[in-house]
C-alpha cells in the first residue's frame, strides 16, 4: 500500500494535501483497493460551504457505494472534472490524477484532528 508521509489521513480512509488554505482532497490507496474498479464519482458540493465530516460526495464502484466526508469545515472550490470520463484514474493514481476535490478550509485548527500517515497505516493493519 502507498501511503506518502507528506499527506495527512482520515479514518474514513481519505488523503488531505494541505497547501496554504487549500486542501486537496482524494481517497486513499487502500480506500481503492477495498472498494475495486471504482465507475463513478458524483460530487453535487461545487461552491458549498460544508461542516467537517459531512458528505460531499460519493464514489461508486462495481459492487458499491461509499459517502464522502469531509475532513475539514470549508468551501469546496474545485471538483476535478476528468473523473466524470476517466473515474479509473482515483483506482491507478489515487494520489495523483485520481484526486477528487480542492477545499478552502476555514478552521486550521482541525488540522490538528487528522491522522499522519504512521497513523493511518497503524489503522489499516489493524
Known amino acids: 500500500m502507498n501511503t506518502p508521509t507528506e499527506l495527512k489521513y482520515t479514518k474514513d480512509h481519505e488523503w488531505i494535501k494541505i497547501e496554504g488554505d487549500i486542501a486537496t482532497i482524494g481517497i486513499t490507496d487502500f480506500a481503492q483497493s477495498e472498494l475495486g474498479d471504482i465507475v463513478y464519482v458524483e460530487v453535487e458540493t461545487l461552491d ?53 476535490i480542492k477545499l478552502k478550509f476555514s478552521d486550521a485548527t482541525e488540522i490538528e484532528n487528522l491522522l499522519s500517515a504512521e497513523d493511518y497505516k497503524a489503522l489499516i493493519s489493524g
Open 48 to 100: 458549498e460551504t460544508l461542516d467537517v465530516e459531512e458528505v460531499f460526495g460519493t464514489v461508486e464502484a462495481v459492487k458499491t457505494v461509499s459517502d464522502l466526508f469531509l475532513p475539514l469545515s470549508g468551501e469546496i472550490i474545485e471538483f476535478n472534472e476528468s473523473l466524470e470520463d476517466e473515474p479509473e484514474n482515483v483506482n491507478s493514481d489515487p494520489y495523483g490524477a485520481g484526486w477528487m
